[in-house]
C-alpha cells in the first residue's frame, strides 16, 4: 500500500498536486488533522485492499494541531505503513504575489500574526524539520499549473500514459450527442447490421453483428485511419494536462456499428496501456 502526505508552504500548490495525485488513482484526503492520520491509516490498512494508493495534505490550516504529527517523524515516516513526504516550496516574493491576487488571508494569520511576510515566515520555521524529512520536494516559484502537474505524476506515476483516463463511449444519434464527448467519429457510413434480419435485434456485443460490421472493405479500411488520429492526439492532451478524454463513436441508433468500434477504440487504448472505461449508452433503448 502507498501513502504520501503532501505538505508544504501555503500558497505554494498543495491543492494542485492532491488533484494531481487524485486523477492518476489515489485515494485523497484534503487538510486531515493530523491527530487523526495513524487513525485514518489504519482504516485504510483495514480496507482489504479495496484502497491500494493513498495522499494526504496536511498543512497549516490545522494551526495549533498542526505540528503533532511532526514530532518524531521520523519514527512515523519510516514504520511498518512507510509514508513518502511530498513537499511543495516556493520564494516568499511569489507566494506574496498569489495572496494579493487571490486575497485570501494566510491560515497563519491572526491576533498576533498580522502580515503576510510574518505568516509565511513562521510557516518556514514550523515546517522546517519536515521539509529535511521530505522525500520529495518540488519548488513551484516559477511552475505553471500544468507543469505541476507533470512533476507530480512523473514522480509518482511509472508510466505518464496512465495520468488521463480514456472514456470509449458508443451511442445514437437519434437519441442525441453526448454532451461529455472530446472526439466524436461517425460510423453511420457503413454497412448497417440492422436491416439483416437475423441481425436486427443483436447488438455490437455479439459476435455475429461484430463480423458483419468488420467484414467490409470499408470498415477495414477506417480502423487504421482512426487509430492513427487517435494515437496523434492522445499525446497532444496528455501534454495540455487534460485528465479524461472521451472518445465517442455514433451510429443511428448506437446499437450495432458504434458498439463494434467502441469496442475496438477500447481494445486499442488497452494495448497502448492506457488507463480506459467502455460504456455504450444507447444499447438499453428501445
Excluded at 79 to 96: E, H, M, S, V
Excluded at 249 to 271: D, N, W, Y
Excluded at 273 to 280: A, E, K, N, P
Aim: hydrophobic content about 40%; overall charge negative.
Amino acid at each position: 500500500m502507498e501513502f504520501v502526505i503532501i505538505t508544504g508552504m501555503s500558497g505554494a500548490g498543495k491543492s494542485r498536486a492532491i488533484a494531481a495525485m487524485e486523477d492518476i488513482g489515489y485515494y485523497c484526503v484534503d487538510n486531515i488533522p493530523p491527530k487523526l492520520v495513524k487513525t485514518f491509516t489504519d482504516l485504510c490498512m483495514q480496507a482489504h485492499g479495496k484502497i491500494q494508493k493513498v495522499a494526504i495534505v496536511i498543512d497549516a490550516r490545522s494551526k495549533e494541531i498542526f505540528g503533532n504529527i511532526f514530532e518524531g517523524i521520523e519514527d512515523f515516516v519510516s514504520g511498518q505503513n512507510g509514508f513518502k513526504i511530498l513537499f511543495l516550496d516556493c520564494d516568499d516574493a511569489t507566494l506574496i504575489q498569489r495572496y494579493k491576487e487571490t486575497r485570501r488571508s494566510h491560515p497563519l494569520m491572526d491576533g498576533e500574526i498580522t502580515s503576510i511576510e510574518e505568516a509565511i515566515a513562521a510557516e518556514r520555521e514550523l515546517l522546517k524539520k519536515i521539509r529535511s524529512s521530505a522525500d520529495y520536494i518540488i519548488d513551484t516559484t516559477y511552475l505553471s499549473v500544468n507543469q505541476l502537474r507533470e512533476k507530480v505524476v512523473g514522480i509518482f506515476l511509472d508510466d505518464t500514459k496512465q495520468s488521463m483516463l480514456v472514456n470509449c463511449m458508443s451511442f445514437g444519434f437519434k437519441y442525441g450527442l453526448p454532451k461529455e464527448a472530446d472526439l466524436v467519429f461517425d460510423v453511420r457510413c457503413l454497412p448497417n447490421p440492422f436491416y439483416v434480419p437475423e441481425l436486427k435485434n443483436l447488438t455490437g456485443l455479439d459476435a455475429p453483428v461484430r463480423e458483419y460490421v468488420l467484414k467490409w472493405e470499408q470498415a477495414q479500411n477506417l480502423i487504421p485511419k482512426l487509430f492513427d488520429l487517435v494515437d496523434y492526439l492522445l499525446p497532444l492532451y496528455c501534454n495540455e494536462g487534460k485528465t479524461q478524454l472521451t472518445i465517442a463513436i455514433g451510429c443511428t441508433g448506437g446499437k450495432h456499428r458504434s458498439v463494434v468500434f467502441a469496442q475496438l477504440v477500447a481494445e486499442h487504448m488497452q494495448e497502448l496501456q492506457m488507463r480506459y472505461t467502455i460504456s455504450h449508452r444507447d444499447i438499453p433503448k428501445q
